[in-house]
């Protein structure tokens, strides 16, 4: 099969197109023929190895010293299950899926095998392949967040980086659950962040939103951008203050891959994408990215 492999560490050159062994399922996996996968600021961090100092050295011992040993990269995707092992019982052949890989990766592929009780499930019956790749990574690190920061109906909650894939995951959520949502972003994602839900946009090019008087109950940097010391200034007393920034991957769970199902099958969000590339331009694909000029996702078709 076809992989985008990740040859080392370094700048997107280091992404070659490789002919690969095929996987074959083991007795509790399913091989999926992946048709979409995504383009995520976590995989930017691993093929550039941006590690907080502290965590350098346990984070080669975890990704790999010279290079990532799992070196196909892509930590979301989704397709059609083409073969199981003969244990599996939650899927059979044909069956739509969507998927986190975590740690394992192996999104820029043709093919991957995934285990039956990895965070994998039934697309929503309502999306395409492209469309289900961009629910999973920006709305699970987004409900993470947000259970550390004990959002409850009636918070206002401000979202800096509002137009990304975490910030537009964040925004539905917030809206979802019952929150007053100021959305910070440029104005080139202004119509974007309104029409998902936020009452209150900022342009954080022209405005620094801590001068303002409004105190709110969660501060959510999407971006790993704003400083704590400053956003303090804006918190309501009690309030969190929460950041993407030095946190990996944000732990996945199941319950909340079935959540965001549920929600896009009944309209509650939707994916946001923004350009589409093929398996041999994902080092544009990462280039794009790098840039933090995307808004919502970057999705990779095969």
Not at 17 to 26: C, G, Q, S
Not at 27 to 47: F, M, P, Q, W
Request: proline share 4%.
């Amino acid at each position: 099969m076809k992989a985008m492999v990740c040859t080392q560490y370094g700048s997107p050159d280091v992404l070659e197109l490789r002919e690969v062994a095929k996987p074959a399922p083991k007795a509790k996996e399913l091989l999926v023929r992946i048709h979409a996968a995504a383009v995520t600021s976590g995989d930017i961090r691993v093929r550039t190895f941006n590690s907080p100092l502290l965590m350098w050295i346990p984070m080669r011992l975890v990704l790999g010293l010279t290079r990532p040993r799992n070196p196909i990269l892509g930590v979301e995707l989704a397709g059609v299950v083409e073969a199981v092992g003969k244990e599996v019982t939650r899927f059979k052949p044909g069956d739509r899926v969507f998927a986190l890989t975590g740690m394992r990766f192996g999104g820029y592929a043709e093919y991957t095998c995934l285990r039956e009780d990895s965070r994998v499930a039934l697309q929503p019956d309502n999306v395409t392949h492209e469309d289900a790749a961009a629910i999973l990574f920006g709305g699970t690190t987004a409900l993470h967040f947000f259970r550390k920061g004990n959002l409850r109906s009636g918070h206002k909650v401000l979202i800096y980086g509002a137009s990304g894939a975490v910030g537009t995951s964040a925004v539905q959520l917030a809206k979802h659950f019952g929150a007053e949502v100021t959305a910070v972003c440029s104005a080139a994602g202004a119509e974007l962040v309104k029409s998902l839900g936020a009452e209150r946009w900022i342009d954080y090019t022209r405005e620094d939103f801590t001068e303002r008087p409004e105190r709110y109950d969660i501060i959510f940097d999407a971006v790993g951008k704003l400083p704590k010391s400053k956003s303090l200034r804006a918190l309501a007393p009690g309030g969190s203050y929460l950041t993407v920034d030095g946190q990996g991957i944000a732990k996945e769970r199941q319950e909340d891959v079935l959540l965001l199902k549920e929600l896009t099958e009944q309209g509650r969000i939707r994916a946001v994408i923004d350009r589409r590339y093929t398996l041999k331009d994902i080092p544009e694909a990462h280039r794009y990215v790098e840039s933090r000029r995307k808004k919502g996702n970057v999705i990779v078709t095969i």
